[in-house]
């Protein structure tokens, strides 16, 4: 019972962190229709600046400076990138955030070198927040998923309650209409990519510390970011959610599990031996497998249900 809870609860702020940095990239595809291949760039750059400003300020101002930095990036690259390139459709759009990916990943090593920074939880939060048997529980992780469920929130009341979320929605569906009330139609784009970038600075500066700041954790964490959305569907928030979970429960789960599938299969009566076919397969560990379970997932999605859990919109 400890294993279960303790590991759910570690799912539990995985799967969070996981889609507080998919939100911004499903909300960025589904008001814009770009998928943006450096989004998991601006989670590392979000990330690097919170060190940066902690070093000076502490974590707490860097916890609200550092996504506004990196929302702010990202308008300009919106702005002076993607809207150039827009005309010549998706592919250019694909191709720029492609290169774009590696241009941020360079600077970082040209600044901050190619080695991990000692980006560190606060000491204010790197306690524990309660004991579950014999497993106290860090206080860090509780913040984490706070954050994640504050940003959620806030999100969603944006988009669904307030004046500028029903200009934003109006605009993806009726751009002309929305211009002749007077919006700015490519500022409201802005925006949405740059909030979008900010959600993903966010996820930075929270996880940063949480796991690892080096400049090869945008590589380790966009592909993941990607199979989020496709299995929450395309352009869904609360697919994204879903999957996000799922996806938290399946990672955590499977590098726990030291069973290996001919252990699996003789609980079934199934007997694997040398001679088998594929032996050294059946001989893996569900841990040793853990990595490529969510691409398996994402494949079967893509077979079965092309549009994702709760997708709407196909591109």
Do not use: C
């Not at 606060?122 to 706070?146: N, Q, W």
């Not at 879903?242 to 990672?251: E, M, P």
């Amino acid at each position: 019972m400890e294993f279960f809870l303790i590991s759910m609860l570690n799912s539990l702020s995985y799967g969070l962190l996981l889609f507080m940095l998919s939100a911004g990239l499903t909300i960025i595809f589904s008001m814009m229709g770009v998928l943006n291949f450096a989004h998991a760039s601006f989670y590392m750059i979000g990330a690097y600046f919170a060190y940066q400003i902690s070093l000076y300020v502490g974590f707490w101002p860097a916890l609200v400076i550092a996504p506004l930095l990196v929302g702010a990036i990202g308008m300009a690259v919106e702005r002076y990138g993607l809207r150039t390139v827009h005309k010549y459709g998706h592919v250019a759009e694909l191709l720029f955030t492609f290169g774009l990916a590696y241009l941020i990943e360079e600077t970082v090593h040209l600044i901050w070198g190619r080695s991990t920074v000692p980006y560190k939880v606060p000491p204010s939060l790197d306690i524990s927040a309660f004991t579950l048997y014999s497993t106290a529980y860090p206080l860090y992780r509780v913040f984490m998923m706070a954050i994640s469920v504050f940003m959620l929130i806030t999100v969603y009341l944006t988009l669904t309650r307030s004046r500028i979320g029903l200009v934003i929605q109006a605009a993806l569906t009726h751009p002309q209409t929305v211009e002749t009330l007077g919006h700015n139609v490519p500022r409201v784009f802005m925006l949405v990519f740059g909030g979008g970038s900010a959600l993903a600075g966010l996820a930075g500066v929270i996880g940063g510390n949480a796991f690892i700041t080096q400049p090869g954790m945008a590589a380790a964490v966009g592909p993941i970011v990607f199979v989020v959305v496709v299995v929450g569907g395309m352009g869904s928030l609360a697919g994204a959610f879903l999957a996000s979970l799922l996806i938290g429960v399946l990672q955590t789960f499977s590098v726990a599990l030291d069973y290996s599938f001919v252990d699996l299969l003789s609980r079934l009566g199934i007997t694997i031996g040398p001679d088998t076919p594929l032996a050294a397969v059946w001989d893996l560990t569900i841990s040793q497998t853990a990595p490529v379970l969510p691409y398996l997932l994402m494949v079967l999605m893509l077979i079965f249900r092309p549009k994702g859990i709760m997708g709407t919109r196909e591109g």
